[in-house]
């Protein structure tokens, strides 16, 4: 099993940065992928960004359309951490942020992943 747990949820005005962070542990070898997803009230949960790696340390990178230019995926190895930098929030940024593990090639598409965190809220105030 891979444990997952957010964190660096928050409130922030329309405009500003936040870092959201994803913390693996357990049987991480397991997992060659680290989704961002996120879900806003009374909608379906959306993908938000990934990051695959490959065992001689290459990286595949996507992000939705809504994001791109904004938002940056990063993987810190040695700590078992992917990050979601967030500049230039906008309102509609609002969610429980999510992230997951697996091993998928299928980025977007939640039902691959096999580890889910617990979330953690970004609230963009305008």
């Known amino acids: 099993q891979v444990q997952l747990v957010e964190s660096g949820g928050g409130l922030v005005q329309a405009g500003g940065s936040l870092r959201v962070s994803c913390v693996a542990s357990?049987?991480?070898?397991?997992?060659?992928?680290v989704g961002w997803f996120r879900q806003a009230p009374g909608k379906e949960r959306e993908f938000v960004a990934a990051?695959?790696?490959?065992?001689?340390?290459?990286?595949?990178?996507d992000y939705a359309e809504s994001v791109k230019g904004r938002f940056t995926i990063s993987r810190d190895n040695a700590k078992n951490t992917v990050y979601l930098q967030m500049n230039s929030l906008k309102p509609e940024d609002t969610a429980v942020y999510y992230c997951?593990?697996?091993?998928?090639?299928?980025?977007?598409?939640?039902?691959?992943?096999?580890?889910w965190g617990q979330g953690t809220q970004v609230t963009v105030s305008s």
């Open positions: 997951a593990a697996g091993s998928t090639v299928s980025y977007s598409d939640m039902t691959r992943y096999s580890f």
């Open positions: 357990g049987r991480t070898f397991t997992t060659s992928i």
């Open positions: 990051i695959r790696w490959t065992r001689v340390g290459v990286y595949y990178i």
